[in-house]
């Protein structure tokens, strides 16, 4: 076992941007089911707050709702890369419908959204039985000039884009931890 808990560390820390489900299917094809290393991967991912005892994902999960496809695959590597699990929308409508499948722990929602925009999104969702306590941060690209209009329409917080790591990991630290 010793042996595996080297190896399980070598693939979490060099393959970060994967999901949790996907480092520990990984590791089981390596190690051809060895229940030694599988839990040994299982003992690594508790100790790391990912799973519970019985081996349920215990990751916190960001939707990212988001119209340009690259805008939002940049931002899933950025945020898993911090050990979050990630659920995508493109337009408001489905972050209604994602927001409601996945009951996520924080939004991120671009404001200049095709179909319905995101303040509109971001007001229906509250509006939903149980999630008007729910953390929505607005992103946009048109500065600072936003703030106050998101925090009036009732958004938790703002981003601005293009996002940069070292401005989204203080903000998953603070509305996630």
Known sequence: ??????????????????????????????????????????????????????????????????????????????????????????????????STQHRPDLILMDLALPLMDGVTAMKLIREIEGFDKILIVALTAFGNTSFDKAIEAGFDDLLIKPLHFENLQPLLSHYLS
């Open 1 to 98: 076992m010793f042996l595996c808990y080297f190896a399980v560390r070598f693939l979490i820390l060099n393959y970060n941007t994967f999901s949790f489900e996907a480092k520990r299917f990984l590791f089981v094809k390596f190690c051809k089911k060895n229940n030694n290393c599988i839990s040994a991967l299982d003992f690594i991912f508790y100790k790391k707050g990912f799973i519970d005892k019985a081996g349920k994902n215990m990751a916190k999960t960001v939707m990212i709702v988001e119209d340009f496809r690259d805008v939002r695959t940049m931002m899933k590597i950025l945020i898993r890369w911090h050990g979050y699990e990630v659920i995508e929308a493109a337009d408001g409508y489905e972050a209604i419908e994602k």
